[in-house]
């Protein structure tokens, strides 16, 4: 049974740093795309951050670029998402989701999701 789970979210101010870890049970995360997503109140669901299974080559939705950064630890098998400069628009539920294929990663269908971290930006 393949599993993934987010943890490190919290309430952070304005400005301040947050990341997030992504473990899976069950599935290699060095042998699938990985992606990061974010669900603030009363929106869609959005992609932030994706990295390929094959080079690990990383990829960035404008809103994060700069500020975010994903990186995978193959030995803990374990996929993070460093946040910087977080702004009160980064505040929602964070998810991972992987996928053998990079396509349906990115376009948000991917097989396997984990069940979200709360991140919250606030004074």
């Known amino acids: 049974q393949v599993r993934l789970m987010e943890s490190g979210g919290g309430r952070v101010q304005p400005g301040g740093s947050l990341r997030l870890s992504c473990s899976a049970s069950g599935l290699s995360l060095d042998h699938s795309a990985v992606g990061w997503f974010r669900q603030a109140p009363g929106k869609e669901r959005e992609g932030l951050s994706y990295?390929?299974?094959?080079?690990?080559?990383?990829y960035y939705e404008d809103s994060v670029k700069g500020r975010f950064t994903i990186s995978r630890d193959s030995a803990e098998n374990t996929v993070y998402l460093q946040m910087n400069s977080l702004k009160p628009d980064d505040t929602g539920v964070y998810f991972c989701a992987a996928d053998r294929s990079f396509i349906l990663l990115r376009r948000g269908e991917s097989v396997y999701w984990g069940q979200g971290t709360q991140v919250t930006v606030s004074s």
């Open positions: 990295i390929s299974s094959t080079y690990s080559n990383t």
